[in-house]
């Protein structure tokens, strides 16, 4: 068995990677058409679901990175944030705005790195 | 007690987070409006002081991650960096033009990852 | 002996570094005067190298950042990346255009993370 669990591998990418106790993981909206604080709110589900699978929690995160491609979105994107970290658990975290992201509709997309356990 | 240390942490983020070993911090300039040498520097600075309180220091950095939102600011920044970064300690380093940062009055965001010791 | 190993330092950056059974590295193209296809291929056979030499390879990636100056470039960039990672093994990946890279030639960036072994 190898020291590196992947899920959802495709030629292209995996879901999350984990290794040495931390997961890796890149989520993106679900539905593309959708307004920033559903895209945004579907994400974050869609990732916690992934960090559960990996065997970590919304509450072990040790980094994240938001691109947006608007920061007029920053406010919405944040109240989304704030009520889904679990208090006193934030990560650390940089956000941008980027030119797009790879499909026209994203407006936003996150990459974490959190503790297993 | 747990295996993750945070520090300054807020409904929205950490400065700090600790685990397995290494340090993950973000900082950004604590003045907006001063030019990109001084908003380089007292960021640095800033993160220097960050990384002593997490139990690292500048000489142990991994990797770094350089957001900028004009390019023209590169050999500004990089004049500070260079003279930050005790010799022979280099992290690996991205250097990016985004098109805004949270604040529209920085000019420059780091994000790093950081050995213990 | 260190138990930080870096290869290529310069006053400004390492070309990798190596902690705790994971290399960071970061690339860019060797030549910023060729077509995107060519700057991807050749960006990742200098990224293999490094991967060889740090102790790990392009089948233990974990995560990969791909920053783009233009998103008309995703296609040729993925035809290179999708041929390029090991099938079965392919790591967490972002994927964003940002507004320039350090040299203005370059169309393509790329950070990495990877498991020794």
Known sequence: MSDI?????????????VHNG???????PPDAR?????????????LER???????????LLMATLYLVDMADYAAVNAVWDAWVPEGTAPCRACVQVVR???PGWRVEVAIQAALG
């Open 101 to 103: 992201l790879a499909d």
């Open 22 to 28: 931390v997961v890796h993981c890149v989520e993106v």
């Open 34 to 46: 959708a307004d920033i604080s559903t895209q945004t709110a579907q994400m974050l589900e869609s």
């Open 5 to 17: 669990q992947r899920a959802g591998t495709t030629r292209r990418y995996s879901d999350f990677c």
């Open 50 to 60: 992934f960090l559960i699978a990996a065997g970590s929690s919304k509450d072990r």
